[in-house]
């Protein structure tokens, strides 16, 4: 078996993903997950899945069973990452729903307990975000969303972090401890 991987999954949020996608893209031994939000979001932010795909696998959500999560059986992931993640999917992730592609790779991830990075879009009660056409805005989440956000940091084998530059120290920090 080659040596392991890192699996990153983009969900539907456009918290600075172009931010996010740089520096993923800018990684060596890297698996990219797509949710069917994360596509449709990739698209309004002007991103090509072909600028993906030249650079790492890519998989995307199409199938019911999610095979590719029996990857983690088989040590092929040492960490996991979900970045930018939106609050659908931590609340999923909390509640232990598992049905789709990202929420069955977060799930599994902890069940093999590979360490998991998580960059939730919903941080702060108030906060500014990027929106298509790299606009500034800001956003106010509700309160369930940041108790969801509260509630993952609580999980075993899970990192959350709060900004691109804690997303990148903290990836650095792991690979740095893989090696």
């Known amino acids: 078996m080659k ?3 890192l699996a990153w999954a983009v969900t539907g949020s456009g918290h600075y993903i172009e931010e996010c996608l740089e520096f993923m893209l800018g990684l060596d031994n890297v698996d990219c997950y797509l949710s069917q939000a994360g596509e449709e979001v990739l698209k309004m932010y002007g991103i090509t899945l072909n600028n993906i795909k030249d650079k790492m696998p890519v998989y995307r959500d ?3 069973s999610a095979p590719p999560v029996g990857l983690f059986y088989k040590g092929y992931y040492h ?3 979900m970045a930018p993640t939106t609050s659908n999917t931590i609340a999923k992730c909390v509640l232990g729903i ?3 592609l990202v929420t069955n790779l977060y799930s599994q991830a902890g069940k093999c307990r590979v360490e998991s990075i998580v960059y939730p879009c919903d941080i702060a009660p108030e906060m500014e975000t ?3 056409g790299n606009k ?3 956003v106010y989440p509700r309160p369930i969303d940041l108790e969801a956000t509260a509630k993952i940091r609580t999980f075993p084998f899970t990192q959350v972090v709060e900004s691109v ?3 990148k120290a903290a990836v650095i920090r792991r690979l740095a401890s893989l090696s």
Do not use: K
Request: glycine content about 0%; overall charge neutral; hydrophobic content about 50%.
């Open 3 to 5: 040596a392991p991987r």
């Open 62 to 64: 199409r199938a019911a």
């Open 79 to 81: 960490t996991f990452v």
């Open 98 to 100: 598992a049905d789709s």
């Open 130 to 132: 990027t929106a298509p």
């Open 136 to 138: 500034r805005v800001m």
């Open 165 to 167: 530059d804690e997303l």
